[in-house]
């Protein structure tokens, strides 16, 4: 299994409130990415990077950021969350975008926003 | 932008038997690839299968099969002799082969799949 970490793995916030998911890796893998999983959604796309300090927007990225400072860890934070937050978050690992990667995902977070 | 739909939120099969869990994508590009993952209760992502969209055969692995239709855009995914642990979320995704992409997904809707003793 890739060695993939995320942090916390539970977790109950009142709207307002920021929060931040970490996702710890010990690949060294390049690419990183944030999903969230809604029932009738599966798994859609928050943000990703490319490399430290290089991240670009995925398709529901309003009211999150992320930030990448070393190779190994890549945060997810809600500003001010609130309840639509409500999801499961995964972070996902992928050493390149070559024909032969695949992306390895993290046991996810489970976020309730009251 | 490409998306991916499975219509079938539920199926159900009998031990030991087969079952197919249906999947179609939209996609201008012609080279790309495409993958099933399983979601036990653990919520864990776990590669089942992939496909190259540039290979005409199709991919297997053990008692999972595809069945890809490239003119079609459908994804199929053939589950033989079916035990209990198949009992899961399967989720179909889609990735470009690369450019601006950096091999982010797309996923479908999921499929759960109720195995009977």
């Known amino acids: 299994d890739a060695g993939i970490t995320q942090s916390p793995r539970h977790k109950v916030t009142e709207t307002g409130t920021p929060v931040t998911l970490r996702c710890h890796q010990t690949?060294?893998?390049?690419?990183m990415y944030w999903y969230r999983q809604d029932p009738g959604h599966g798994l859609r796309l928050i943000h990703y990077s490319y490399g430290v300090k290089d991240t670009d927007k995925g398709e529901v990225s309003d009211g999150y950021s992320v930030s990448r400072s070393k190779t190994e860890d890549f945060l997810l934070t809600l500003e001010s969350a609130t309840s639509s937050q409500t999801s499961v978050y995964f972070c996902a690992i992928s050493e390149a975008w070559t024909r032969q990667e695949t992306q390895y995902f993290g046991p996810g977070t489970r976020l309730l926003v009251l | 932008a490409q998306t991916v739909t499975q219509s079938q939120p539920e199926m159900s099969v009998q031990e030991a038997e087969t079952v197919t869990l249906s999947c179609t994508y939209d996609?201008?590009?012609?080279?790309?690839?495409l993958f099933w993952y399983k979601q036990p209760p653990s919520r864990q992502m776990i590669l089942v299968i992939r496909q190259e969209a540039y290979k005409q055969q199709n991919a297997t692995e053990n008692r999972f099969s595809v069945n890809f239709q490239k003119a079609a855009k459908s994804f199929s995914l053939k589950i033989s002799d079916s035990q209990l642990g198949d009992a899961a979320m399967y989720f179909c995704?889609?990735?470009?082969?690369?450019?601006?992409?950096?091999?982010?997904?797309?996923f479908g809707q999921g499929t759960i799949l109720t195995v009977h003793p």
């Open positions: 995704a889609y990735r470009d082969p690369g450019g601006t992409s950096y091999g982010k997904l797309t």
């Open positions: 996609t201008s590009e012609s080279d790309y690839y």
């Open positions: 690949e060294n893998h390049r690419y």
